[in-house]
């Protein structure tokens, strides 16, 4: 049998130097560098994926492009910078589908070498073409960017619509109670937040006074679909159950799944076995959560026969927030943990906690147990994944950084260009540079640094990971030098 025969007659279940693996990107949201236990957290225990951190290799300069979801999401799937696409902010739930028909996309490539492909969790990349009819098939979604199957929310959970949408179908809709959705204004009676308080379980801080739903009230008016909505505390274990049956009905033939887990973004409504659990509130006690989560996942990978056949990306689309609109014991409740683990900023920020996150590769018996600090972003899993699996791709952002990333290389992606809310900064070799912006520097609503400044900004985060002293002045060639370098990959 010719090599190549053998790459297209490969299963899942069949050993061979050609075998092409199952790929599975876990993909957390609003994660920090440090809310695992396997990234130096003392206060909050994730055995399951500290085991992925120790039998694989964990990045410490691992990026998502962004700091918010939206766009860290759409370069993880499209390989572009989303800087590059002027609508590529977080959106609302009755966005258009931000990722173009035509564009490249990590499952489309993934397709063309036989993968089967299917997404499960979050989505949060828009849906249609722009006035969603939610009682009908929604078209175009991700099954037509490159997905075989899709099982998602549209957005977040704190949006609505409150429903999950299989194939752009909403899950157990019922036609004589259609959905409607609007993001500017309230249907006629409908309560909310403001009108009937009283109705709340959980109580909004700031934005999360729109609709209510479960008592937990949202961003977003939605009127109908009350058969079809989802019970939040069930949600991981929705998810997890959808996950596991892919693998199940898939592993016959490589696949690609994408799970796209919805822990710990706002509202943390952790299933009641985990409640109390991390004494840190429902902030841990979701991170605890999703921790049980994978590590089910992989009990069922090993049980399919599939685990050393599988590659698995882990990582987390932004940095942490404690405060993100919900009264939720977060910040009360944080103790002496440390979501950012010593990095400056959070969610929304341009320091370093924005976009800087766990990322860790696991390959069992095929990837060395490994600490890397080469530099790795989300946005090369399309190129680097590509060429794992012979498919090249050079129309994208998108680097190939395949030896970092399986652990067999030191040196990954030369500079990095991170964004937050439309402003971009330069990550080089070691060194950070921020230019100068107008607006403020804390995010007062969430108490974070923005990362903004009026100066330039020019950190060493090889001696300086905290990000404490800026050395624009006292280093001015090493800033030329950014400067020449960002001006260059910006243009
Ligand atoms: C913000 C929400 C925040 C969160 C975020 C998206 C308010 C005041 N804040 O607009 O709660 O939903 O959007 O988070 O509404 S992300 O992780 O999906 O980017
Ligand atoms: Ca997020």
Same mark, same amino acid.
């Given at each position: 049998?010719?090599? !190549?025969?053998?790459?297209?007659?490969?299963?899942?279940?069949? *050993?061979?130097?050609?075998?092409? %693996?199952?790929?599975?990107?876990?993909? $957390?949201?609003?994660?920090?560098?440090?809310?695992?236990?396997?990234?130096?957290?003392? /206060?909050?225990?994730? %055995?399951?994926?500290?085991?992925?951190?120790?039998?694989?290799?964990?990045?410490?300069?691992?990026?998502?492009?962004?700091?918010?979801?939206?766009?860290? =999401?759409?370069?993880?799937?499209?390989?572009?910078?989303?800087?590059?696409?002027?609508?590529?902010?977080?959106?609302?739930?009755?966005? &258009?589908?931000?990722?173009?028909?035509?564009?490249?996309?990590?499952?489309?490539?993934?397709?063309?070498?036989?993968?089967?492909?299917?997404?499960?969790?979050?989505?949060?990349?828009?849906?249609?073409?722009?006035?969603?009819?939610?009682?009908?098939?929604?078209?175009?979604? %991700?099954?037509?960017?490159?997905?075989?199957?899709?099982?998602?929310?549209?957005?977040?959970?704190? #949006?609505?619509?409150?429903?999950?949408? *299989?194939?752009?179908?909403?899950?157990?809709?019922? !036609?004589?109670?259609?959905?409607?959705?609007?993001?500017?204004?309230?249907? /006629?009676?409908?309560?909310?937040?403001?009108?009937?308080?009283?109705?709340?379980?959980?109580?909004?801080?700031?934005?999360?006074?729109?609709?209510?739903?479960?008592?937990? &009230? #949202?961003?977003?008016?939605?009127?109908?679909?009350?058969?079809?909505?989802?019970?939040?505390?069930?949600?991981?274990?929705?998810?997890?159950? !959808?996950?596991?049956?892919?693998?199940?009905?898939?592993?016959?033939?490589?696949?690609?799944?994408?799970?796209?887990?919805?822990?710990?973004?706002?509202?943390?409504?952790?299933?009641?076995?985990?409640?109390?659990?991390?004494?840190?509130?429902? =902030?841990?006690?979701?991170?605890?959560?999703?921790?049980?989560?994978?590590?089910?996942?992989?009990? @069922?990978?090993?049980?399919?026969?599939?685990?050393?056949? @599988? $590659?698995?990306?882990?990582?987390?689309?932004?940095? %942490?927030?404690?405060?993100?609109?919900?009264?939720?014991?977060?910040?009360?409740?944080?103790?002496?943990?440390?979501? !950012?683990?010593?990095? #400056?900023?959070?969610?929304?920020?341009?320091?370093?906690?924005?976009? #800087?996150?766990?990322?860790?590769?696991?390959?069992?018996?095929?990837?060395?147990?490994?600490?890397?600090?080469?530099?790795?972003?989300?946005?090369?899993?399309?190129?680097?994944?590509?060429?794992?699996?012979?498919?090249?791709?050079?129309?994208?952002?998108?680097?190939?950084?395949?030896?970092?990333?399986?652990? /067999?290389?030191?040196?990954? =992606?030369?500079?990095?260009?991170? *964004?937050?809310?439309?402003?971009?900064?330069? =990550?080089?070799?070691?060194?950070?540079?921020?230019?100068?912006?107008?607006?403020?520097?804390?995010?007062?609503?969430?108490?974070? /640094?923005?990362?903004?400044?009026?100066?330039?900004?020019?950190?060493?985060?090889?001696?300086?990971?905290?990000?404490?002293?800026?050395?624009?002045?006292?280093?001015?060639?090493?800033?030329?030098?950014?400067?020449?370098?960002?001006?260059?990959?910006?243009?």
């Amino acid at each position: 049998m010719s090599c !190549k025969s053998k790459v297209q007659n490969a299963t899942a279940n069949v *050993e061979g130097d050609f075998q092409k %693996p199952n790929i599975v990107v876990i993909y $957390l949201d609003d994660l920090g560098y440090g809310d695992l236990s396997c990234y130096g957290a003392t /206060e909050l225990h994730t %055995p399951n994926i500290d085991a992925l951190a120790t039998g694989g290799v964990k990045f410490t300069n691992g990026y998502a492009t962004s700091a918010t979801c939206t766009p860290s =999401r759409y370069a993880l799937l499209t390989g572009m910078y989303p800087w590059k696409n002027k609508d590529a902010k977080i959106l609302p739930g009755d966005a &258009p589908l931000l990722i173009d028909v035509q564009q490249q996309t990590l499952p489309k490539l993934l397709s063309k070498a036989g993968y089967q492909t299917g997404i499960i969790g979050k989505w949060h990349l828009g849906l249609g073409s722009g006035d969603v009819n939610w009682n009908e098939t929604i078209k175009p979604s %991700p099954n037509e960017v490159g997905f075989d199957v899709s099982y998602i929310l549209a957005a977040t959970q704190d #949006r609505v619509p409150t429903v999950y949408i *299989e194939n752009g179908n909403v899950v157990n809709l019922d !036609k004589n109670d259609p959905i409607e959705v609007n993001y500017k204004k309230n249907f /006629e009676g409908e309560p909310t937040a403001i009108s009937n308080p009283e109705m709340q379980t959980m109580t909004w801080h700031h934005g999360h006074n729109n609709s209510i739903v479960n008592g937990i &009230p #949202r961003i977003g008016y939605m009127k109908g679909g009350e058969a079809a909505k989802w019970s939040d505390v069930d949600m991981a274990d929705h998810f997890l159950v !959808k996950a596991q049956n892919y693998v199940k009905t898939h592993k016959e033939k490589p696949f690609f799944l994408y799970y796209a887990m919805q822990q710990p973004h706002v509202p943390r409504t952790p299933h009641p076995r985990f409640v109390g659990k991390s004494g840190m509130g429902p =902030r841990g006690d979701v991170i605890l959560e999703a921790d049980w989560c994978i590590g089910e996942f992989m009990k @069922t990978l090993e049980a399919e026969g599939v685990l050393e056949n @599988t $590659l698995i990306v882990f990582s987390s689309d932004n940095g %942490p927030v404690l405060n993100d609109g919900y009264y939720d014991d977060a910040v009360e409740k944080l103790g002496n943990h440390d979501p !950012k683990g010593g990095l #400056r900023g959070g969610k929304y920020s341009l320091f370093e906690a924005g976009t #800087r996150v766990p990322f860790i590769t696991y390959w069992k018996n095929h990837i060395k147990p490994n600490v890397s600090d080469a530099l790795v972003c989300q946005i090369d899993l399309l190129a680097s994944l590509g060429s794992l699996v012979g498919v090249e791709d050079k129309t994208t952002d998108s680097e190939n950084i395949l030896n970092a990333l399986l652990g /067999e290389a030191e040196k990954g =992606r030369g500079h990095l260009i991170i *964004e937050a809310n439309s402003n971009t900064a330069l =990550r080089s070799g070691d060194w950070i540079m921020i230019p100068p912006y107008k607006g403020s520097p804390m995010n007062k609503k969430v108490g974070t /640094e923005t990362g903004v400044s009026l100066q330039y900004q020019l950190f060493n985060l090889k001696e300086d990971l905290g990000q404490e002293t800026n050395l624009a002045k006292s280093n001015p060639e090493k800033l030329e030098d950014m400067v020449q370098i960002f001006e260059r990959l910006k243009q």
